[in-house]
Each structure stands twice: as C-alpha cells, then as structure tokens.
C-alpha cells in the first residue's frame, strides 16, 4: 500500500524561509517509476498545482509560481522510497494554505495534466504552513 507523508510546514514571518517535505513508500522499488507532484490550497479555493516531477525526471511549474519555488527529488538509499522537497523563499502572506503531496503511477505527464489534480491518486493528508506578522 503506497503511504504518502508530508512534513516540515508550521508558522513563519513574511520574508521567511520553508520547506516542506515528502516522503513516498509502500511500492518498493516501483516508486522510482511514480510521478510527484505538490500542491496547495488557501481556504475558500480549490487545490492547485505548484511543481511536479514527472517518472522521467522532468519537472513543470505552475505559470503563477515564480522562482521563489523550487522542487527537488531523492530517491531513498535502498530505492523503495523517494523524497519530494519544495523549498519557499521569500514567503508572503498568500503563500499561507495546506500543502499536499501527491503521487501517481503515470511515468509520462504532459504540461497540460502534470498539474491537475485529476492526474494523481495518491495524496498525502496535507500540511499547514502559515505566513504571518
């Protein structure tokens, strides 16, 4: 059973510095083949894209996301588990939401489904990251 796991997230001022991790397991091996991705969701929107590694290693950012985002992928020491990192520079207030990590066992993602929620099955529970004074 795949496990999708999210951590890092909490409080932090405007101007502040975050990373929030993930960490996929459950399929043995056949993990380095699965497709990641990270997302958010303010309260009152509906989830969207931030960043996505596809199984090739290609990786698609959303238009909005600016060069403050940056993904980067691990695969565990024995290669049955591999970990998503999406770093946050320079934080604002509207950066504030759940972040979620999800993964999917499509190996190829285009640009036009890497960042649409439908393209992924597996989510982890979501982690709050706050930004303010």
């Known amino acids: 059973q795949i496990l999708v796991a999210e951590s890092g997230g909490g409080s932090v001022q405007p101007g502040g510095t975050l990373r929030v991790s993930c960490e996929v397991s459950?399929?043995?091996?056949?993990?380095?083949?699965?497709?990641f991705g990270w997302f958010r969701q303010a309260t009152g929107n509906e989830r969207e894209g931030i960043g996505v590694?596809?199984?090739?290693?290609?990786?698609?950012?959303?238009?909005s996301v600016t060069t403050r985002f940056t993904l980067s992928k691990v695969t565990g020491r024995e290669g049955d588990r591999m970990y998503l990192h999406l770093d946050i520079r320079n934080l604002r207030p509207d950066d504030t939401g759940v972040y979620y990590c999800?993964?999917?066992?499509?190996?190829?993602?285009?640009?036009?489904?890497?960042?649409?929620?439908?393209?992924?099955?597996?989510w982890g529970h979501g982690i709050q990251v706050t930004v303010s004074t």
């Open positions: 999800a993964a999917t066992r499509q190996f190829s993602l285009t640009a036009d489904s890497a960042l649409t929620t439908n393209t992924f099955k597996y």
């Open positions: 459950g399929v043995g091996d056949a993990v380095r083949r699965y497709s």
């Open positions: 590694y596809d199984g090739i290693g290609r990786s698609y950012y959303a238009d």
